[in-house]
């Protein structure tokens, strides 16, 4: 293997990033052998989107708790079982002497982390989102006086969010499909260290020269498992391995080599079928958050005495949020409207203003035939398809963990 200056790292400019990793990606990892999976420049979304490019999360029924000495982890149902036979299996090469176990990093191996909680890493995104909203936009621009009901909140709120979109998402399927949404949420991930996914010369002096690297590789995909380049302490399911499906029969999932089969029927969630209601509870939750730290507001009063004006301020109630008249004000209408404009605008679809007004009529119009749901579900596919390149030809993200 040539040997190459793997010395890239998150301190280095774009541009340095970018050669030496695009040197790592080139001459470090093995060109052959044994499937391996590439999330920075090949799958950035493998395991976030089904076979219609609908983003996707895990059913918590279909999580199984992994054997582990290192903290409690979860990944699916029958990736648990595979990955369980994998380790078996090397377990018994170190016992045969087939595996070497002094000093490898591969043996034993031990679980260190595996599914990461979509819900809890969205919340805890939307909490930095408010937060920035609430100290960047409306303070900093002197604009909490002039937020005296949940409308103008809105409006607010939408202005700062437009200008942020796409690089701001805010609607759960497009968390899931941005840089923030590591790939663990998909559950299909196992790691066994805790290695910085930065430091390009361990990646390779410590696990590509592992002298149970190849073995581990050969092992891992006999057993239905990919090792990601770019990490490879990662195993990550491959879907359309036969003999990762076997392992899924015993929870439906068909044997149909060459694609994910049924898995994302029988295993996954839509995700957008939640986005709206998430919407309203966000806005809701944030509005009354803003309220009980900040319930008045000062209004200036402008007189006039004798010819001579004066200023005079007021110390007022900011308009308190009523759950039931929230819920009668701003209708599904009024939500679907904010959901289409934030979708088109994360995704980043150039649309002109009139086309776009025509796209929010026409679901304005299906809305009280179809309802919620399925104007959603309408929405999605409309999305998908105007998304310019479609997904898998993202740019990757070269500083984040991915």
Not at 138 to 162: A, G, P
Not at 213 to 223: G, H, L, P
Not at 353 to 359: D, G, N, Q, T
Request: proline share 5%; glycine share 4%.
């Amino acid at each position: 293997m040539a040997e190459i200056p793997l010395i890239a790292t998150n301190d280095q400019t774009a541009e340095e990033s970018f050669i030496f990793r695009k040197l790592y990606r080139d001459l470090a990892f093995p060109a052959t052998g044994p499937r391996s999976i590439d999330f920075w420049y090949e799958k950035p979304l493998y395991g976030k989107i089904d076979r219609r490019e609908n983003p996707v999360v895990p059913k918590r029924s279909v999580l199984k708790q992994l054997p582990s000495l290192n903290g409690t982890h979860f990944a699916v149902d029958f990736v648990v079982d595979a990955f369980s036979a994998m380790s078996d299996a090397l377990r018994k090469g170190i016992a045969y002497g087939n595996v070497d176990a002094r000093g490898s990093v591969y043996a034993p191996m031990q679980v260190t982390r595996a599914v990461e909680s979509t819900a809890n890493t969205y919340y805890e995104y939307l909490e930095i989102i408010d937060k920035a909203f609430i100290e960047n936009y409306i303070f900093t621009r002197n604009r909490i006086d002039e937020i005296t009901n949940f409308d103008l909140y809105m409006k607010n709120y939408m202005s700062y969010l437009y200008d942020r979109t796409p690089f701001v998402p805010i609607n759960k399927s497009s968390f899931v499909l941005s840089k923030y949404a590591i790939p663990n949420i998909s559950g299909l991930i196992i790691e066994v260290d805790t290695e910085d996914h930065a430091k390009d010369s361990t990646k390779k002096r410590s696990w590509i020269d592992d002298p149970n690297f190849e073995i581990i590789r050969k092992t891992a995909q006999e057993y239905g498992f990919m090792v990601d380049k770019n990490a490879p302490w990662r195993f990550v399911a491959d879907l359309s391995s036969p003999f990762m499906q076997k392992y899924g029969e015993i929870y439906g999932v068909h044997i149909a080599p060459g694609s994910a089969s049924n898995v994302f029927d029988t295993h996954y969630n839509l995700v957008y079928n939640d986005d709206v209601d998430l919407l309203k509870k966000f806005f809701k939750v944030s509005y009354e958050g803003f309220y009980d730290r900040h319930p008045t507001y000062t209004k200036r009063i402008e007189k006039s005495c004798k010819g001579v004006p004066t200023v005079s301020t007021v110390e007022m109630a900011r308009e308190r949020l009523d759950s039931q008249n929230y819920n009668k004000k701003y209708t599904d209408s009024y939500w679907i409207q904010v959901y289409l404009n934030l979708r088109l605008r994360e995704i980043g679809i150039p649309l002109t203003e009139p086309r776009r007004k025509v796209m929010i009529k026409q679901m304005l119009n299906l809305l009280p035939i179809l309802g919620q749901r399925e104007v959603i579900k309408r929405i999605n596919k409309k999305v998908v398809d105007l998304t310019p390149n479609r997904w898998w030809s993202w740019e990757p993200n070269l500083t984040e963990e991915s």
